[in-house]
């Protein structure tokens, strides 16, 4: 490791960061952060979100005695700082690669990640969880839970917080407040927070508190009674403490989050605390990096960028547009002639490619913050009204809200345009976010709708589609990134429900595609044509209903069919061809042609860029035909 690291050099791991003086601490968070800086600049991946923990990181560490005792990084962005304490520093430069560390943690990748999180508002649950073990189990060890302002818009935050008032173990809850999570936070909360800290005078006896804080120990009690009584209680009535003690914590806070001192000190006097506690600290951030500093919502995640410009370092003036963007602009679109028409995000707006349609639609475009199945039910009852809602939630998200879309919006056979976002594997963020399962757990509910666009033109037509000329719940699912060709408002047209599309006429084998693997399908053409196999290509575009008349058409014709899809065998658009075929095999006393499911077998898959996951996978232009050319016997 470079020497410009003087301190961070010689950890590796939080025994080695005990063994430092107190003092040196401040320099050792800089050296941290630079390094971050350094490397995540370079390589890409979240950047924001860490820089503004590393204070707290580096305080919990020196005083707690981990792994022992357990802390749980409520999502994973924040969990930089804490990878490169805990013995990975020197793989930082493979975070996210295809055979490197992860972005999020992992039990499996190491002993200090003491739970797996890749979606937010899951900490509490887990450390309580961790305490109730520990306290059955009469072991003896902290449980701590961190999580962020953000993710305190998740009812799953509050749930955990009242049981874990009313079982009143042992638990450490901190609050990250940096004000943002992704996109800027719209939880009463957080409004909440900023007018607290807005007001001078309340600041003025926000530091009075911190200075009574800051005497917590053999006088704690005695400073505790003192706060509470100035101005009758006003410690409950103008801090946030008034909520998290009605849970059951006992309060203490906000203090700064980026001074290490004040940090340390706090938790070395609360960390023999009996019951739930619960300690707020805000932060900044993207804290000592000025460009994320500026801009924290452009540099939560990152690729490859110029560190002094932010600016990538990869030219993409020529590219096609993002499937986020092209959906963007047709919900727009759709929002300028359409009053009834209202969006629905879960803190993505600009993940979702909302951000413009948000701004000049204010009020018909809601960001109802960390809260997926809230999203879910809110859509349902705008949809009940008569009001026509366009749901933009990430596909792996939506599986939180499953439930919500049963009974709440297919049950009632409600019309809601389901927007599924990064559906397919995903690439660098890995399990916790590869959308690869909504196929199958969509497919299953009645009253539901399932498309997939093959291009972007593709994705205008289907969301335009879904809104005017279907009447039920419909689920549009497209990938993550770059789409096919561009999109047109003149080209805009109905999609007949449930129709399919020939692209390419063969004899001896049809390959029938969905969505992203459409392209696929037509590049895997190329090489069998190459090999002497003439093979038909369809654009499936509804997963359901299904196309039957094209289905019963090309059994008829080929004598071999695949199916190819971004998703989940089990379950998936492959199993429902199956399943049809079987039924009319039987109907029609035909026999069995072969039907071969191009899909992902029943696993997890690691993170690594698309391409290279889609040739693990067997799902790659040459993999496919070389599995058709050996049905062929054709070496």
Known sequence: MSTEYKYLSLIDSPDD?????????????????????????????????????????????????????????????????????????????????????????????????????????????????????????????????????????????????????????????????????????????????????????????????????????????????????????????????????????????????????????????????????????????????????????????????????????????????????????????????????????????????????AKKYPDRVFDVGIAEEHAVTFAAGLAIQGIKPIAAIYSSFMQRAFDNIIHDCALQNLHIVFALDRAGIVGEDGPTHHGVFDLAYLRMIPNMTIMAPKDNQELYNMIYTAVYNYDNCVAVRYPRGTGIGTASFSKLRYIPYGESEILEEGKDVCLIAVGRMVDIALKTREILLENGINAGVVNARFVKPLDTDMLNSVYKKYDCICTLEDGQKIGGFGDAVVEYFNNYNITNKQFNKPIHIFGYDDKFIDHGAVNELLKDNGLDPQSIADKIRNLFNIK
Not at 111 to 121: I, L, V
């Open 17 to 357: 960061l005990r063994k430092l003086p107190e003092e040196v601490l401040p320099e050792l968070c800089e050296e941290i952060r630079n390094f971050m800086v350094d490397t995540i600049t370079k390589i890409g991946g979240h950047l924001g979100a860490g820089l503004g923990v590393v204070e707290l990181t580096v305080a919990l560490h020196y005083v707690f005695n981990t792994p022992t005792d357990k802390i749980v990084f409520d999502v994973g962005h924040q969990g930089y700082p804490h990878k490169i304490i805990t013995g990975r520093r020197d793989l930082l430069h493979t975070i996210r690669q295809k055979g490197g560390i992860s972005g999020f943690l992992k039990p499996y990748e190491s002993k200090y990640d003491a739970f797996g999180a890749g979606h937010a508002s899951t900490s509490i649950s887990a450390a309580l969880g961790i305490a109730v073990a520990r306290d059955l189990q009469g072991d003896d060890y902290k449980s701590i839970a961190v999580i962020g302002d953000g993710a305190m818009t998740g009812g799953l935050a509050y749930e955990a917080l009242n049981n874990a008032g009313v079982q009143n173990r042992n638990l450490l809850v901190i609050l990250n407040d940096n004000n943002i999570s992704i996109d800027e936070n719209v939880s009463a909360i957080s409004h909440y927070f900023n007018e607290l800290y807005s007001s001078h005078k309340i600041q003025k006896l926000k530091d009075n508190i911190y200075d009574a804080f800051g005497k917590v120990g053999e006088r704690g009690d005695r400073v505790r009674k003192l706060v509470s009584r100035i101005s009758g209680g006003v410690r409950s009535v103008i801090t946030p403490g008034m909520l998290f003690e009605a849970f059951g914590f006992k309060y203490f806070g906000p203090i700064d989050g980026n001074n290490v001192h004040k940090i340390i000190k706090l938790l070395q006097n609360i960390k023999e605390l009996q019951g739930p506690v619960f300690l707020h600290i805000v932060t900044e951030k993207g804290k000592g990096y000025a460009l994320a500093e500026n801009d924290s919502r452009k540099l939560h995640a990152v690729g490859s960028i110029n560190k002094t410009t932010g600016l990538p370092l990869v030219s993409r003036t020529n590219t096609p547009q993002k499937y986020q963007d092209v959906f963007g602009e047709i919900v727009e679109y759709i929002l300028n002639k359409d009053k009834k028409v209202v969006a629905i995000s879960a803190a993505m707006i600009e993940g979702t490619g909302l951000e413009t349609a």
